[in-house]
T-cell receptor, first 110, second 114 residues
Framework: QKEVEQDPGPLSVPEGAIVSLNCTYS??????FMWYRQYSRKGPELLMY????GNKEDGRFTAQVDKSSKYISLFIRDSQPSDSATYLC??????????FGTGTRLKVLA | SAVISQKPSRDICQRGTSLTIQCQVD?????MFWYRQQPGQSLTLIAT?????????ESGFVIDKFPISRPNLTFSTLTVSNMSPEDSSIYLC???????????FGDGTRLSIL
């Protein structure tokens, strides 16, 4: 079993939809949880950086962490075609060693 | 956040040759890392580039294959040595200001080996 599981997609949604992206993990020592967005032929861009459980909101993006269920989510409201990308979750136990998911490809259809 | 530039952005190389990838940051950073990203797989940490000393390699990666330099707080290089088709991948540089600080990535080097 992988330490971090992420559905590879692709996930196709119409413009304006609410998107839910998810990762599950097995290591209860993880404390820091990140979401990156990666456009084709570009590097990962940090979207959200959260510590422990709870919610964090930034514009149209909301990150949720449920440590009891070992489950994290990224919600995108009012999705736009420009949100079409691969979304990577990552997590760490407080060191520089990040464990990444394999990424979910998202397509937002105009 | 820091601006991270990687060179080259892509290359096609012959089997058995070596390629050096550069990572330049526009401000001083505490930590620099090198990752590999293969299709359908998660990002894998190759090593931490330490300023003025030998890099710290992760399991499965060795200095002879992936020598790394970090002469100062804004620059690092990764060399992929004696390349084979299995080394075809995207190589990414990332930076952070500490263990509990977020990592930021460059745009990567897309490497194909013939």
């Amino acid at each position: 079993q992988k330490e971090v599981e992420q559905d590879p997609g692709p996930l196709s949604v119409p413009e304006g939809a609410i998107v839910s992206l998810n990762c599950t993990y097995s290591n209860s020592a993880f404390q820091y949880f990140m979401w990156y967005r990666q456009y084709s032929r570009k590097g990962p861009e940090l979207l959200m950086y959260t510590y422990s459980s709870g919610n964090k909101e930034d514009g149209r993006f909301t990150a949720q962490v449920d440590k009891s269920s070992k489950y994290i989510s990224l919600f995108i409201r009012d999705s736009q075609p420009s949100d079409s990308a691969t979304y990577l979750c990552a997590m760490s136990g407080g060191t520089y060693k990040y464990i990444f998911g394999t990424g979910t490809r998202l397509k937002v259809l105009a | 956040s820091a601006v991270i530039s990687q060179k080259p952005s892509r290359d096609i190389c012959q089997r058995g040759t070596s390629l050096t990838i550069q990572c330049q940051v526009d401000s001083q950073v505490t930590m620099m890392f090198w990752y590999r990203q293969q299709p359908g797989q998660s990002l894998t940490l190759i090593a931490t580039a330490n300023q003025g000393s030998e890099a710290t390699y992760e399991s499965g990666f060795v200095i002879d294959k992936f020598p790394i330099s970090r002469p100062n707080l804004t620059f690092s290089t990764l060399t992929v040595s004696n390349m084979s088709p299995e080394d075809s991948s995207i190589y990414l540089c990332s930076v952070a200001q500490g263990d509990n600080q977020p990592q930021h990535f460059g745009d990567g080097t897309r490497l194909s080996i013939l």
